[in-house]
Nanobody
């Protein structure tokens, strides 16, 4: 089900930054672990980052570790993915999703998806 809403995507030069946000009008995101996924044209969807229920634990794919930061704004019930030092290989549609477990970021563990927001990084 598409119940989450991503925003903040756009076009940025290599080395630049973008801030993505995930919200859910019909869900209380504070009650869910939230994962970020991305999918480039012709590629399979891959897990990027995840934050547990309560925001006390996070994990990242090796490809983005040290450059991306996931966090919760509990007052607004949103999840933010801050993306720094962006590379052309980061170009993809980015999706947030509720997820049962953050350790593996598997599609099979996803409950609800967002519609996606496009991130394009030029060289």
């Amino acid at each position: 089900q598409i119940l989450l809403v991503e925003s903040g995507g756009g076009l940025v030069q290599s080395g630049g930054s973008l801030r993505l946000s995930c919200a859910a009008p019909r869900l209380t995101l504070n009650n869910y672990a939230i994962g970020w996924f991305r999918q480039a044209p012709g590629q399979e969807r891959e897990g990027v980052s995840c934050i547990n229920y309560g925001g006390t634990s996070t994990n990242y794919a090796d490809s983005v570790k040290g450059r991306f930061t996931i966090s919760r704004d509990s007052a607004k019930s949103t999840v933010v993915l801050q993306m720094n030092s962006l590379k052309p290989e980061d170009t993809a549609a980015y999706y947030c999703a509720t997820i049962d477990a953050c350790n593996a970021l598997l599609d099979s563990q996803v409950g609800y998806w967002g519609q996606g927001t496009q991130v394009t990084v030029s060289s």
